[in-house]
């Protein structure tokens, strides 16, 4: 299947805009929360995935996780516990970019984490997860994935590219030779965690344009159908001429040049 163009894609994707939209209007109507996990290897395009989902929503409502590696204080913790923290309260919407699956994916992998931690990992989730559904959170999870040929493309675009050659780090480079190892790791998490209560939903971003498109379809068809319709707003026209702004104590610098040289800083 061809990849998607980028013209075809923002054309699909402005009704799924309105969708979501209207989606975070119901959750704050309703005080529902939402929780959605975007797991998967480097480069299968959670970012992208992630900024598809939030971006026509208010930031104020819909919060992005992306925790670092843990700190002194937390590594003595809960294995769980710094994430509680950020989960969503009535009416929010969170996305976490990676979360505590890194415990079965990079930690494991890598050895960060011991044998018996993962394995305490796997029969704990459940369990965990559990709690949060019955608690009324609304819990997906998904991983993305991508063929190796794929994740090779976008290790060497992120390596030519000097705005994306941040996101290449030296984990990123040993993950190249564990590709099997993640396929393992993610089989044996995949069995111990894919419950009724909290299923995994997996999706082909080999093409992250159609992979966006799917993986937001799918969340909006498993939310409840719920509609809420905005609230009327009155917007009567001003009773005078419209103002211009004034300055006295300060100017504002003059506007970007389109042509030569920007100018300089005072």
């Given at each position: 299947?061809?990849?998607?163009?980028?013209?075809?894609?923002?054309?699909?994707?402005?009704?799924?805009?309105?969708?979501?939209?209207?989606?975070?209007?119901?959750?704050?109507?309703?005080?529902?929360?939402?929780?959605?996990?975007?797991?998967?290897?480097?480069?299968?395009?959670?970012?992208?995935?992630?900024?598809?989902?939030?971006?026509?929503?208010?930031?104020?409502?819909?919060?992005?996780?992306?925790?670092?590696?843990?700190?002194?204080?937390?590594?003595?913790?809960?294995?769980?516990?710094?994430?509680?923290?950020?989960?969503?309260?009535?009416?929010?919407?969170?996305?976490?970019?990676?979360?505590?699956?890194?415990?079965?994916?990079?930690?494991?992998?890598?050895?960060?984490?011991?044998?018996?931690?993962?394995?305490?990992?796997?029969?704990?989730?459940?369990?965990?997860e559990k709690m949060l559904v019955d608690e009324g959170i609304?819990?997906?999870?998904?991983?993305?994935?991508?063929?190796?040929?794929?994740?090779?493309?976008?290790?060497?675009?992120?390596?030519?590219?000097?705005?994306?050659?941040?996101?290449?780090?030296?984990?990123?480079?040993?993950?190249?030779e564990s590709y099997v190892a993640y396929t393992r790791a993610?089989?044996?998490?995949?069995?111990?965690?894919?419950?009724?209560?909290?299923?995994?939903?997996?999706?082909?971003?080999?093409?992250?344009?159609?992979?966006?498109?799917?993986?937001?379809?799918?969340?909006?068809?498993?939310?409840?159908?719920?509609?809420?319709?905005?609230?009327?707003?009155?917007?009567?026209?001003l009773d005078h001429d419209p103002e211009k702004e004034h300055?006295?104590?300060?100017?504002?610098?003059?506007?970007?040049?389109?042509?030569?040289?920007?100018?300089?800083?005072?």
């Amino acid at each position: 299947m061809a990849k998607l163009k980028r013209k075809k894609f923002e054309k699909l994707y402005v009704p799924l805009e309105e969708e979501l939209v209207a989606m975070a209007r119901w959750a704050a109507a309703t005080g529902a929360r939402v929780l959605v996990l975007f797991e998967g290897r480097d480069t299968a395009g959670k970012g992208g995935a992630i900024q598809a989902v939030s971006h026509p929503l208010n930031p104020r409502q819909c919060r992005v996780v992306a925790l670092g590696k843990p700190d002194e204080r937390e590594k003595g913790q809960w294995y769980f516990q710094r994430y509680v923290e950020h989960l969503p309260t009535a009416g929010e919407v969170v996305l976490f970019d990676r979360s505590w699956y890194n415990r079965a994916g990079v930690e494991q992998v890598m050895g960060f984490a011991t044998p018996a931690q993962v394995d305490a990992f796997l029969k704990q989730t459940p369990a965990f997860e559990k709690m949060l559904v019955d608690e009324g959170i609304l819990l997906f999870k998904y991983w993305l994935c991508c063929d190796q040929e794929q994740q090779e493309k976008r290790f060497a675009e992120r390596l030519a590219d000097p705005l994306k050659r941040w996101k290449l780090s030296p984990i990123d480079l040993k993950a190249r030779e564990s590709y099997v190892a993640y396929t393992r790791a993610r089989e044996a998490m995949l069995k111990a965690t894919h419950t009724k209560h909290a299923p995994w939903t997996l999706v082909d971003f080999n093409d992250q344009r159609r992979g966006r498109l799917t993986l937001i379809r799918d969340l909006l068809d498993r939310l409840p159908d719920t509609t809420v319709d905005p609230e009327p707003v009155e917007f009567p026209p001003l009773d005078h001429d419209p103002e211009k702004e004034h300055f006295g104590a300060l100017k504002p610098i003059p506007a970007f040049a389109t042509h030569g040289k920007a100018h300089a800083k005072p």
